[in-house]
């Protein structure tokens, strides 16, 4: 049976970009949830949707329930839905960090719906290119989720929870951490009046190159290369601070564990 109707439990960031886009794909979004009813409207409002702020008013009557919320919310929500949902009703949250389990106890039919992607309220993305992973403990359940998730992406995967789990070590190690290493660059430059976007065109290549190519051989740099002299220098300059010259060496040995660091 396909999805036709949804709830949206959540009014953040992710429910922000998947409302729109089950809408796009034809679905019907009954109600929007938030315990701030102003960011209930804001959200429902563009989806045509009725605001809520009180579980009590969950209507039981959706196809699907998708909590869009703080991973650590999770199951105190699930636990606050009306009975009928949580024993007829396939209820799903949205993270790449909390299996699916976290349902089992409270929830008859449950999963998750979690688009691979960081998502700002404000930042337009292309949902077409972003992999969608899905999972339920049933496996009719299973089937609908995927075909949900082909409505909106051109890229839909069935990831179970241990997957699930590692995939989001490694979006923490590629997104994360390397917008991390964006920000100690961006303060370097602040620091010497250096203009940001001289490094811009070489962040773009570098995360285009992993398009065709798996990134470790695509690896260059002073490390690699065991260009000690180059290094050093690198190492001296930041003296000045003691995080980031750590930082900087361990990093450096990762790539290149011979080296004499
Ligand atoms: N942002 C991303 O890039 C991204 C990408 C993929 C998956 N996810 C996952 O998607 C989920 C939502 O993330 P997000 O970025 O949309 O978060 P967010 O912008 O911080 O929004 C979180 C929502 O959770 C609600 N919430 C928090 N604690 C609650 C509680 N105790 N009871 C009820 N509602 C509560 C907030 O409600 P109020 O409005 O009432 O404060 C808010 O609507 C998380 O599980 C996250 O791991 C996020």
């Known amino acids: 049976m396909p999805l036709k109707s949804i709830i949206l439990i959540g009014a953040g960031n992710v429910a922000h970009h998947l409302g729109p886009q089950f809408q796009k794909s034809g679905l019907e979004i009954l109600q929007v949830f938030s315990r701030k009813i102003t960011k209930a409207r804001r959200l429902a409002k563009t989806l045509k949707s009725e605001a809520i702020n009180d579980l009590s008013k969950l209507s039981s009557s959706a196809d699907l329930y998708v909590l869009a919320v703080h991973d650590g919310a999770i199951p105190l929500v699930a636990q606050q839905l ?5 024993e007829k009703k396939l209820v799903v949250h949205t993270s790449g960090a909390t299996p699916s389990t976290v349902f089992k106890s409270i929830c008859k039919r449950y ?11 404000k930042r337009k993305v292309d949902f077409s290119s972003i992999p969608i992973c899905t999972h339920a403990n049933r496996k009719s359940d299973r089937q ?52 940001f976007q001289l490094l811009l065109p070489l962040i773009l290549e570098t995360a285009t190159k992993v398009q065709k190519h798996p ?47």
């Not at 999963?111 to 309220?121: A, E, K, N, V």
């Open 82 to 86: 009306p009975k009928e949902v949580r």
């Open 111 to 121: 999963g998750i719906f979690y688009p691979l992607q960081t998502f700002s309220i």
């Open 144 to 195: 609908a989720l995927q075909v949900l998730g082909q409505q909106l992406s051109n890229s839909s995967f069935e990831i179970n929870d241990a997957q699930r789990a590692i995939l989001h070590v490694a979006a923490v190690f590629v997104n994360n951490f390397s917008n991390h290493l964006f920000s100690i660059g961006a303060e370097l430059c602040e620091k010497e009046q250096i203009p």
């Open 215 to 261: 990134p470790a051989k695509m690896q260059t740099g002073p490390a690699l290369r065991g260009d000690l002299t180059t290094l050093n220098k690198h190492l001296d300059y930041l003296q000045r601070y003691p995080e980031y010259e750590k930082l900087y060496r361990q990093l450096s040995k990762n790539i290149n564990p011979k080296l004499p660091l």
